[in-house]
């Protein structure tokens, strides 16, 4: 079974990238198709060759359990994707729609969000498990009683 689904994953993989390569290739917009296989590799350099790595160091040595690794991991993609917006806010070159919003508030709240849902992910698994401050009673298990002495 799993060496189906991971067929399966493989095939769907291979026919996405084939369909991006052939709308890259054929659309009229792009005219330089080697300048974005170029940016495409640099970028997946960068991911594989320092954030992953960088990720999963930091996870290793500094986060233990699987909820805050993948907090640690939602948070590093968030500010991947919105450090850049953080960063230009209010630098509109006189055109007051280009960054309209307030990005440091909203990625803030983002991570605030991110970490509230880990920290109630974390609080449920500690239920479940019974290792949480407030502990289920354990099942009582009914044992035969000690045989009389008749000495």
Same mark, same amino acid.
């Given at each position: 079974?799993? #060496?189906?689904?991971?067929?399966? #994953? ?31 590799? $640099? ?19 500094? %986060? ?11 948070? %590093? ?34 991570? %605030? ?6 920290? #109630? &992910? $974390?609080? &449920? ?27």
């Amino acid at each position: 079974m799993a #060496a189906w689904l991971r067929g399966t #994953a493989l095939a769907a993989g291979l026919a996405m990238i084939g369909f991006g390569v052939y709308g890259m290739l054929t659309d009229a917009y792009i005219t330089a198709p080697l300048d974005v296989l170029v940016w495409a590799v $640099g970028g997946l350099l960068l991911h594989d060759g320092l954030c992953v790595p960088l990720l999963c160091l930091v996870g290793a040595y500094l %986060a233990r359990g699987p909820v805050l690794r993948g907090w640690l991991t939602v948070t %590093a993609a968030v500010t991947a994707v919105g450090l850049p917006a953080v960063l230009r806010a209010g630098d509109d070159h006189g055109n007051p729609s280009l960054l309209p919003l307030p990005y440091l508030r909203n990625w803030l709240l983002v991570l %605030a969000a991110t970490a509230l849902v880990a920290l #109630a &992910v $974390g609080l &449920v698994r500690r239920w479940r498990h019974g290792t949480g401050p407030v502990r289920r009673p354990a099942a009582r298990e009914e044992r035969p009683a000690p045989p009389e002495d008749r000495s």
